[in-house]
Antibody, heavy 120, light 106 residues
């Protein structure tokens, strides 16, 4: 059974770059059947889809974040990453990585989530 | 962006109750809708995909229906472990968007 685990700093200063990595175990990120996605959820609010990447490197991003977001994939280490530039307090949230089935466009496996706080 | 609305925002229910949650999309999304359950401090868990398909391992008391703009999630007989927040999500059009959630409590 696939497992996803987010890692990265829990505290980022305003204007700096948020960087997170999602390590995938129990399945290959190169399988071709899945996209690899990032979501976030500010406290008490709904989930927000950030973007996704395929093993080929093809990406789709939320237009609201597109100018600041980069998602990349490292197939040799079975992981993918999120970078969000120029962060502000509004980027404080729990960040989740997840696997999306290509066939049914559904997020079927999620990491446990990691809280990132933007504060000086 | 496609806006997702859910009703009610919260529902108080008892063990054994039938609970129905509604999700409405601001434009047609065919059957590209999923339902997730989230408990406090935990990641969302997929319940239903493509509007009416039960995810493997999810109890059969959960069911989904609808297409186009109007969808429902039904819990036929509420169990103690079902007290949680439920979200709908559309995957018809980028960016994928989620509903605001429906909290089911005692």
């Amino acid at each position: 059974q696939v497992q996803l685990q987010e890692s990265g700093p829990g505290l980022v200063k305003p204007s700096q770059t948020l960087s997170l990595t999602c390590s995938v175990s129990g399945g290959s990120i190169s399988s071709g059947f899945y996209f690899w996605s990032w979501m976030r959820q500010p406290a008490g609010k709904r989930l927000e889809w950030i973007g996704r990447i395929f093993s080929s490197g093809d990406t789709n991003y939320n237009p609201s974040l597109k100018s600041r977001v980069t998602i990349s994939v490292d197939t040799s280490n079975n992981r993918f990453s999120l970078r969000l530039n120029s962060v502000t307090a509004a980027d404080t949230a729990v960040y989740y990585c997840a696997r999306e089935s290509v066939a049914v466009a559904t997020l079927d496996s999620w990491g446990q989530g990691t809280l990132v706080t933007v504060s000086s | 962006d496609i806006q997702m609305a859910q009703s009610p925002s919260s529902v108080s229910a008892s063990i054994g109750d039938r609970v129905t949650i509604t999700c409405r999309a601001s434009q047609g999304i065919s059957s590209w809708l999923a339902w997730y359950q989230q408990k406090p401090g935990k990641a969302p868990k997929l319940l239903i995909f493509h509007a009416s398909n039960l995810q493997s391992g999810v109890p059969s008391r959960f069911s989904g229906s609808g297409s186009g703009t109007d969808f429902t999630l039904t819990i036929s007989s509420l169990q103690p472990e079902d007290f949680a927040t439920y979200y709908c999500q559309q995957s018809n059009t980028f960016p994928f968007t989620f509903g605001p959630g429906t909290k089911v409590d005692l």
